[in-house]
Nanobody, 118 residues
Framework: QVQLVESGGGLVQPGGSLRLACAASGFTTDYDGVGWFRQAPGKEREEISCIRSSDGAKYYEESVKGRFTISRDNAKDTVYLQMNSLKPEDTAVYYC???????????WGQGTQVTVSS
């Protein structure tokens, strides 16, 4: 079993920044990569970024390229998502999940709310 816990969400003004964290515990060698997903009200969940464990490769969805940066701290089993230049359309619940970018997404965190509003 793997447990994922997200943190770092909140309310921020447009143009602001937030850093999300996804802390893993349990059998953290049972998957390759941790990805970030988001789901806005009335929309489907989308994968926005991924960092693979095997080779460190990173993936970004087009709408976040150049604004979001994914990184990891292996010593802490934590993956971060630095979000800059936030826009109102980034408002969503953000989740992390294992085995990105293609799945199977066996394990999910509980989600953290990000609201971008003035």
């Amino acid at each position: 079993q793997v447990q994922l816990v997200e943190s770092g969400g909140g309310l921020v003004q447009p143009g602001g920044s937030l850093r999300l964290a996804c802390a893993a515990s349990g059998f953290t060698t049972d998957y390759d990569g941790v990805g970030w997903f988001r789901q806005a009200p009335g929309k489907e969940r989308e994968e926005i970024s991924c960092i693979r464990s095997s080779d460190g490769a990173k993936y970004y969805e087009e709408s976040v390229k150049g604004r979001f940066t994914i990184s990891r701290d292996n010593a802490k089993d934590t993956v971060y998502l630095q979000m800059n230049s936030l826009k109102p359309e980034d408002t969503a619940v953000y989740y992390c999940a294992t085995n990105c970018p293609y799945g199977p997404f066996n394990y999910w965190g509980q989600g953290t709310q990000v609201t971008v509003s003035s």
